[in-house]
């Protein structure tokens, strides 16, 4: 079998369109909200184990990695959150069309990116 398919898939010389830039980041944070939840839930039941648990969750949600993980957790949340709000529309029938779906994309950025700056100065204020 003579095949002139590909066997290696270059996907640096893929250039991808906005709105799938958006669904596969989507896809990204759902994961990354999935993983930072274990985290959560270790330090809730820490915190929830005593006195001396809440003061340990308490010290370390103050160091720096902490709060970059958290932000980090919130960043995806938000995004996820924000794109979701996109695909439900669409499956509604609003924004199917080309021009529609890459401005829903832009959209979907420019809010997503609002809402992370306003995360982050939440969490580094506290």
């Known amino acids: 079998m003579n095949s002139k398919r590909p066997v290696n898939l270059d996907l640096g010389k893929f250039h991808f369109p906005l709105p799938a830039i958006t669904s596969i980041l989507h896809r ?3 994961i990354i909200i999935f993983v930072g939840v274990a985290f959560l839930l ?3 039941q820490l915190s ?3 006195e001396e648990g809440f003061s340990r969750v308490n010290e370390l949600l103050n160091s720096f990695l902490a709060k970059l993980i958290i932000w ?3 960043s995806a949340l ?3 959150l924000v794109a979701g709000i996109k695909h439900l529309l669409m499956d509604m029938g609003i924004g199917e069309e080309l021009e ?3 401005l829903a ?3 979907t950025l420019v809010v997503s990116i609002i809402l992370i700056v306003l995360a982050g100065v939440w969490v580094w204020a506290a």
Request: proline share 0%.
């Open 28 to 30: 990204i944070s759902g």
């Open 42 to 44: 270790y330090g809730l």
């Open 48 to 50: 929830l184990s005593g």
């Open 72 to 74: 980090g957790i919130l």
């Open 78 to 80: 938000l995004y996820h």
């Open 100 to 102: 529609s779906g890459r």
């Open 105 to 107: 994309s832009k959209i």
